[in-house]
């Protein structure tokens, strides 16, 4: 299950019973929740909020580039949820996914060429992907499978290193037990810290597993790691 730090959704879906012959795939979709999530910005003390967009839109999981010049955001306006660029001052809009999985939580390298995001396509798993901004080249950065999942990548300042949050375990190259909490119904799934080069290479893990450890973010010498 997917949540995010701005809206959690409900969908109820159901096959519609109709006589009719062209009609009779047809899908209804009751979405019991919000039906737009905008994205404002402000200046550092909260004063002056605007919208970045006219428009209201389905739009989250924003963040800045280390300049300060572009903002990347995940949105669902055509459909899908996919990743986009835009100017801060809500110019220049361009898309950086096209895919019909979930594609979502994205981050910039420090110099802005590559851009780390967290997707579904492929083997339906939610793994780090990584795409050069420049040339659209992608490339899976974490090879996990289902139900393994990885979360929420960040970039060391100097641009060589991605920490982020996974319940996969590369000791047994499995996927981390999921079990019950204790003398309760709830399932645990521990997750751990890990730090990886964009090229895939000298992946280790941080923290200690059977914990939980989520949403990294590197100091600004690169030194440590809050999450």
Same mark, same amino acid.
């Given at each position: 299950?997917?949540?995010?730090?701005?809206?959690?959704?409900?969908?109820?879906?159901?096959?519609?019973? /109709?006589?009719?012959?062209?009609?009779?795939?047809?899908?209804?979709?009751?979405?019991?929740?919000?039906?737009?999530?905008?994205?404002?910005?402000?200046?550092?003390?909260?004063?002056?909020?605007?919208?970045?967009?006219?428009?209201?839109?389905?739009?989250?999981?924003?963040?800045?580039?280390?300049?300060?010049?572009?903002?990347?955001?995940?949105?669902?306006?055509?459909?899908?949820?996919?990743?986009?660029?835009?100017? /801060?001052?809500?110019?220049?809009?361009?898309?950086?996914?096209?895919?019909?999985?979930?594609?979502?939580?994205?981050?910039?390298?420090?110099?802005?060429?590559?851009?780390?995001?967290?997707?579904?396509?492929?083997?339906?798993?939610?793994?780090?992907?990584?795409?050069?901004?420049?040339?659209?080249?992608?490339?899976?950065?974490?090879?996990?499978?289902?139900?393994?999942?990885?979360?929420?990548?960040?970039?060391?300042?100097?641009?060589?290193?991605?920490?982020?949050?996974?319940?996969?375990?590369?000791?047994?190259?499995?996927?981390?037990?999921?079990?019950?909490?204790?003398?309760?119904?709830?399932?645990?799934?521990?997750?751990?810290?890990?730090?990886?080069?964009?090229?895939?290479?000298?992946?280790?893990?941080?923290?200690?597993?059977?914990?939980?450890?989520?949403?990294?973010?590197?100091?600004?010498?690169?030194?440590?790691?809050?999450?």
């Amino acid at each position: 299950m997917k949540v995010t730090a701005f809206v959690v959704a409900l969908f109820t879906v159901g096959l519609a019973a /109709v006589p009719s012959a062209s009609a009779k795939n047809t899908i209804l979709v009751n979405r019991i929740g919000p039906s737009a999530s905008e994205l404002f910005i402000a200046n550092g003390d909260g004063s002056h909020a605007r919208k970045l967009f006219p428009a209201t839109g389905f739009d989250y999981d924003a963040s800045f580039s280390a300049d300060g010049k572009w903002i990347v955001f995940t949105s669902e306006r055509d459909g899908s949820a996919n990743i986009y660029r835009v100017g /801060v001052d809500g110019l220049g809009l361009e898309r950086l996914t096209d895919n019909s999985g979930f594609n979502d939580e994205a981050a910039l390298s420090p110099d802005g060429k590559l851009l780390a995001f967290v997707s579904t396509r492929g083997s339906g798993s939610a793994n780090i992907w990584i795409l050069d901004t420049k040339t659209r080249k992608l490339w899976d950065l974490t090879h996990t499978s289902a139900p393994s999942g990885n979360f929420r990548p960040a970039w060391s300042p100097d641009g060589k290193w991605i920490v982020f949050s996974s319940d996969r375990n590369i000791e047994t190259d499995r996927n981390t037990k999921f079990d019950h909490a204790k003398g309760r119904w709830e399932h645990l799934q521990a997750a751990s810290l890990y730090v990886v080069q964009p090229d895939g290479t000298g992946l280790r893990r941080l923290t200690a597993a059977g914990k939980f450890a989520g949403s990294p973010k590197w100091s600004p010498d690169g030194k440590r790691v809050v999450f």
